[in-house]
């Protein structure tokens, strides 16, 4: 088809597609008012747009090798930038960053600035490349350009194992986040949620591959960006009469400086923070007294357990108690690190805190350059890692022409900025919004989101009010809310109708599958290419080629839905490191590769262990979750941001090594002429 065609074709498709889908939201809000339940509007909801992903996975289907690699390399640019923006915009883009901005204010900018320069560095460094390249896989690439004078391939193998271990923590995020909004929204077990978003994945990507899921991934967007969109104009209407927060919100800064003043200076707010200065004193004394303070509280919990069971405690008593018991630590050291932990928070709430809208705010000025520093470091970390991530890369082969990966970057950009600048408006919307709702109401009064969030995990509330000093006033130092449900709550802490709840839920899941499916397909390509076909069998047929990537496919999908099952802890502080792995391992390799001719085989090797095994050294040595002690932080940078010392680390080593050993081959050095050459 010619290329103006299909692209006219593609338009009215997804304009059509715009159109029902609103339809359909106007028809749920007409059910709503009409008194259908909640439980099946959620229901409709998340089934409707599952079975949309489904049927154009089914539509895509394909065994043509390009088809199922890299879409045919006709997807035109500004569909191109759709589909990469929604395979960007995880569920952690869609939920966590407005709840970021909204418990750290400034600091969580780092996340935006970070993430939407690593485009910038894509589109100047990168993907133009890679493109004018032209095969299937980042490995496939780094492979080539570096395979030495013997075709050796173990630069492919460690690419391939970048790949597979950035990737791999990456899916099981988004997986986990399918199964906490499914569960959520349509009452299903969290594990059925998780096996009930799956499906949806492999049908998109295991029968269409690339094909199914950019096509997906469009439609996908649409959802995404209506998804967030409504709430937050909802309230930039209610509070400032403009229905574009972009521009509305900046009025908001001051209002909300001035009450966080008002706030701190009250009485009743000091008073809450000295019972939280008094329960720390108590833990500190625990502390203290261990082991003797561990072994009686341990004996108090079960004396009272025999004492309830002995008949004198209800049922409810008696399970209440066991639960405590269970809970308790079950060593002297995990005690000391828990209530460590919980006297860390309580002398937190304890202080009145800076003004979150003033850049490095801190208490004195080596604490504010120790802020500007891991905030520094942190972006330039997330730009690097962006610049490096193999399913995002992976897109632009995707592409007619080098022109049109340059073009599809623009849009990338675009529609993610579409995204990433409304996410502010609604941090400082919603904040704004409690601040003059909640704070200062009573609790007898509290508007019902607050329970409703509160009964979702008991055991760990996402919303806790507790009254601490008993006045019946809530005041801001007793409202603790985690930041996951910021973008989640917003249609009900709005007052928005509860089929915007549902819109919201879908748009999250979308970005989840859309991230999920792209990450999916990588690591599925990247074996089954790189490590079976160049590697183990390079005379398979193409039939067996895209029948080896659909058997991993479906492999690794289940073995992550499994993980993901299992609620792993910290997943997001491990996502957050795999930008810093992605950066340490593949950007030199990248970069150098395309950009010095010198480069050689032994560099890459050399530069990618290197830049890899300082970044996971790093990590293990300053962060608690690998057991070790952020006070050996290097410079004060956060374990998080250890990118930014495996970068310049694995690009020295790969310049020493290049230059130690044999240049490169003719063949080589033609390769890189080629791939620059416009």
């Not at 209407?237 to 908001?252: C, M, R, T, W």
């Not at 810093?580 to 530069?607: D, E, H």
């Amino acid at each position: 088809m010619v290329p103006g065609k299909f692209t006219q074709k593609l338009t009215l498709y997804y304009l059509w597609y715009t159109l029902l889908f609103l339809v359909f939201l106007i028809s749920l809000s007409i059910l709503e008012k009409e008194g259908v339940p909640r439980t099946w509007i959620g229901y409709l909801f998340m089934f409707a747009t599952i079975v949309i992903y489904a049927g154009i996975g089914l539509v895509s289907r394909t065994s043509d090798i390009t088809e199922y690699y890299v879409a045919g390399r006709r997807v035109p640019a500004v569909f191109n930038g759709m589909a990469t923006a929604a395979d960007w915009l995880s569920a952690a883009s869609f939920l966590s960053l407005a709840g970021g901005l909204f418990l750290q204010g400034f600091d969580g900018l780092a996340y935006i600035i970070g993430w939407t320069g690593g485009f910038c560095l894509v589109a100047m460094l990168i993907a133009p490349y890679i493109r004018k390249f032209g095969q299937y896989t980042i490995a496939d690439f780094l492979g080539t350009r570096f395979a030495g004078p013997q075709n050796n391939n173990l630069v492919r193998i460690l690419a391939v194992s970048a790949t597979v271990f950035i990737s791999f923590i990456y899916v099981v995020a988004q997986i986990y986040g399918v199964g906490l909004i499914t569960s959520r929204f349509t009452g299903v077990d969290f594990s059925v949620g998780i096996f009930l978003g799956l499906a949806s994945i492999l049908v998109c990507s295991f029968l269409g591959g690339m094909r199914a899921i950019t096509w997906t991934q469009v439609a996908q967007y649409i959802i995404i960006i209506v998804a967030f969109m409504i709430p937050v104009s909802w309230l930039s209407l209610k509070h400032a009469d403009n229905p574009v927060p972009q521009i509305s919100y900046g009025e908001f800064l001051k209002k909300l400086v001035n009450k966080e003043q008002e706030f701190a200076h009250s009485d009743k707010e000091q008073q809450v923070r000295t019972i939280y200065r008094q329960r720390a004193d108590v833990l500190q004394r625990q502390i203290e007294q261990l082991p003797a303070s561990w072994l009686a509280g341990r004996d108090e919990l079960q004396r009272r357990l025999d004492e309830l069971k002995s008949g004198n405690g209800s049922l409810i008593e008696i399970k209440t108690a066991s639960k405590n018991l269970a809970r308790y630590p079950k060593s002297e050291t995990e005690a000391r690190q828990q209530w460590q932990d919980a006297r860390n928070a309580l002398l937190s709430k304890s202080q009145a805190g800076y003004a979150q809208y003033t850049p490095y705010a801190a208490k004195d000025q080596k604490e504010s350059d120790s802020k500007r520093n891991n905030f520094m470091a942190l972006v330039l970390c997330l730009m690097m890692g962006t610049a490096a991530l193999p399913h995002v890369l992976t897109r632009y082969y995707t592409t007619p022409s080098v022109t049109e990966a340059r073009d599809s970057v623009f849009w990338s950009l675009f529609f993610i900025m579409l995204l990433y600048i409304t996410i502010p408006a609604l941090a400082i919307l919603v904040k704004y919004d409690i601040y003059t709702s909640l704070v200062g109401s009573e609790f007898s009064k509290l508007p019902s989101w607050v329970t409703y969030w509160a009964n979702i995990d008991k055991l760990n509330p996402l919303v806790s009010i507790i009254d601490v000093n008993r006045d019946g006033i809530v005041q801001l130092a007793e409202i603790v809310m985690d930041g996951d449900i910021i973008v989640l709550a917003t249609p009900e802490i709005a007052g928005l109708p509860y089929v915007v709840s549902a819109l919201v839920a879908a748009g999250g899941l979308a970005a989840a599958l859309s991230t999920a499916d792209g990450l999916l397909l990588t690591i599925s390509n990247s074996l089954s290419h790189d490590i079976y076909y160049k590697i183990v069998d390079p005379s398979a047929s193409t039939q067996k080629r895209v029948t080896m990537s659909k058997l991993i496919l479906l492999v690794v999908a289940l073995i992550a839905a499994y993980v993901a099952s299992l609620k792993p802890a910290d997943i997001l502080s491990l996502v957050g490191a795999a930008f810093s792995v992605a950066a340490s391992t593949l950007f030199p390799a990248l970069v150098l590769g395309i950009f010095w001719k010198r480069a050689n085989y032994q560099g890459a090797v050399a530069g990618m262990i290197a830049g890899f095994s300082l970044c996971i050294f790093y990590m293990m040595y300053t962060h608690p979750l690998f057991g070790g002690n952020p006070a050996l932080q290097w410079g004060n940078i956060a374990s998080i941001s250890a990118g930014i010392f495996g970068v310049p680390f694995g690009i020295l080593m790969m310049i020493i090594v290049s230059l130690l050993t044999p240049a490169p081959d003719r063949q080589t050095t033609d390769l890189v002429d080629h791939i620059r050459r416009p």
